[in-house]
């Protein structure tokens, strides 16, 4: 069975930083050649594209040169870097692995994982 579990969130000061981990079980996503990818879910809002990571990484407009998505293939981890966090950061943040297509539309990611709370405050 499949699982991707995240950790790291919490509450923080706006510009202050986090790290997310994004640790798979049950297969390996340690390849390249995989993407996994970050979303973010706000209370009302829909889940959104923050960024990926396969050969090279891509992101969001919204957290460009703010957040840094790199990976661990031994340890089968990816992480997620946020700096200069502001208060609309505020979200519940998935890592999801990629199957193919558009890495920005969330029904192109097979496993998900619960998600972990990430709030800033001002």
């Known amino acids: 069975q499949v699982q991707l579990v995240e950790s790291g969130g919490g509450l923080v000061q706006a510009g202050g930083s986090l790290r997310l981990s994004c640790v798979a079980s049950?297969?390996?996503?340690?390849?390249?050649?995989?993407?996994m990818g970050w979303f973010r879910q706000a209370p009302g809002k829909e889940r959104e594209f923050v960024g990926v990571i396969r050969w090279s990484t891509y992101y969001a407009d919204s957290v460009k040169g703010r957040f840094t998505i790199s990976r661990d293939n031994a340890k089968n981890t990816v992480y997620l870097e946020m700096n200069s966090l502001k208060t609309e950061d505020t979200a519940v943040y998935y890592c999801a692995a990629h199957r193919g297509g558009s890495f920005y539309y969330t029904g192109n990611y097979d496993y998900w994982g619960q998600g972990t709370q990430v709030t800033v405050s001002s």
């Open positions: 049950g297969r390996t996503f340690s390849s390249n050649a995989i993407a």
